[in-house]
């Protein structure tokens, strides 16, 4: 009898519009205008180096994953390649992450859904998504990749399409401004281009570091991909090019087309923009763009989480039923855990609907650049350890670039610690990384007195 495994059923395309994709997100879509109220036009250059820093950082995940292709991404090299406690530790903060992304996503489908839908309960929606997606995880990795395809599809059509319309109004149409260098001139007539000083921009880089949150699972998914080797460089290669697409193209578009101290940081940018200069059709469409952007997270975020509960469970970090595949060869218990850590937004949408939303914001933001640092650590022990092929796809500019990138996030860190709303991430992270820490000594004591008695 055949032994039941991952199957590597993920096409080039697949994974190409899955790193496509995970650069698009409710942090773009509705955390982009608390970050324009934050920092102002300077946002944009907040993008340009954030997004920088993420690129060392997946180019240094690439580099690993094109060497040695594994389901369990970084988890799987920093267990090989530091050691047993950095891959429980890794695994398991990465999959808490993900899941605290996916109560997330979820949160924020239903504030989108206000748009139409304002007396729905966002716990409803919650729920109602939480059956849906966790069915279409069950089915078919294909139908994963399928799925994500699309939706990953619609979002880059329609901010191409944000552009240009975009691009129309602000030099073409004189209906809706006095002037097209009016609408130019929005960068720097409110207060100049730093127009909340320093302070401003240093607290816009939380916003813009959960906005690259996700980028990552393109490691994770390789380990599903038929040819991980070729698609894995050409999918990490055009980060830069999606960053200035995506954020700095849209967010300099949304900046000339109104006023930047007028968008509300309350909902998304782009539809408060397109409702007050009075296209609301446009603006419809860009709601239902958001939501599909947050499913399409969501579903990720499922998919990620119940590979990384796999690959612990394969190197004995976590329970061996996480393990069992079903028929379709899908981890079905590790999807089933997932899924019913994630019910936990259900409950958190019933009793603090309004608050949850920059609570869970926050948390996520701290638990990626925990994932971040652990990801250029371990490829630090990679360069030292490992047997590299000779035509390896390299970080550039190491080691200079991995040591700018952990100091970034430092900083990053002790900044959140300053923001009010942001504070309480700061307290948690050491607690969850202290309870890891427990959870590792507990079950290693466990394991050693099961193999001695």
Request: glycine share 8%; charged share 10%.
């Amino acid at each position: 009898m055949t032994k039941a495994h991952l199957e590597h059923v993920l096409k080039t395309r697949h994974i190409l519009m899955i790193a496509l994709g995970s650069a698009i997100g409710t942090g773009l879509f509705f955390g982009a205008g608390e970050s324009i109220k934050l920092a102002g036009p300077s946002i944009l250059l907040s993008y340009i180096i954030g997004g920088i820093v993420m690129y060392i950082v997946i180019r240094a995940l690439g580099e690993m994953t094109v060497n040695e292709p594994n389901v369990g991404s970084f988890s799987y090299y920093a267990y090989k390649y530091i050691g047993n406690y950095a891959g429980f530790m890794s695994g398991w903060n990465y999959w808490f992450n993900y899941i605290i992304v996916s109560m997330l996503e979820l949160t924020a489908t239903g504030m989108f859904l206000d748009f139409w839908l304002p007396n729905l309960p966002h716990w409803v929606t919650a729920l109602v998504l939480l059956l849906i997606f966790g069915t279409i995880n069950l089915v078919q990795v294909k139908f994963f990749g399928e799925f994500e395809f699309w939706f990953a599809g619609v979002k880059v059509v329609t901010i191409i399409a944000l552009i240009v319309i975009g691009i129309y109004i602000i030099f073409f149409n004189k209906s809706t401004h006095s002037s097209s260098l009016s609408n130019i001139n929005n960068l720097w007539m409110y207060g100049g281009f730093f127009a909340n000083g320093i302070k401003g921009f240093l607290f816009s880089f939380v916003i813009v570091v959960f906005s690259f949150g996700g980028t990552e699972l393109v490691g994770i998914a390789a380990g599903e991909s038929k040819n991980p080797e070729k698609v894995v460089p050409m999918a990490i290669n055009g980060i830069i090019i999606r960053i200035i697409l995506f954020y700095v193209a849209t967010l300099t578009i949304i900046m000339c087309l109104y006023p930047w101290n007028k968008i509300s940081g309350n909902t998304s940018p782009f539809v408060d923009v397109f409702q007050k200069i009075g296209i609301y059709k446009a603006a419809a469409i860009m709601n239902l763009v958001a939501i599909t952007a947050a499913l399409s997270s969501f579903n990720s975020g499922i998919y990620g989480t119940a590979r990384m509960l796999y690959n612990l469970g394969k190197q004995k970090n976590a329970p061996a039923f996480l393990t069992k595949l079903n028929k379709n060869n899908i981890p079905q218990n590790a999807t089933y855990v997932s899924l019913a850590v994630i019910f936990l937004t259900v409950i958190l949408n019933y009793l603090f609907s309004s608050k949850i939303f920059f609570i869970l914001l926050a948390i996520a933001t701290i638990a990626a650049m925990i994932n971040w640092i652990f990801i250029l650590i371990t490829h630090m022990a990679f360069r030292c350890k490992a047997q590299l092929s000779s035509n390896r796809y390299q970080l550039l500019f190491y080691p200079a670039s991995t040591i700018i990138s952990i100091v970034f996030f430092i900083i990053v860190v002790i900044t959140m610690s300053q923001m009010d709303n942001m504070r309480l991430a700061i307290y948690i992270a050491p607690i969850w990384l202290i309870f890891l820490t427990i959870s590792y000594w507990i079950k290693n004591k466990i394991y050693q007195t099961n193999v001695n008695s």
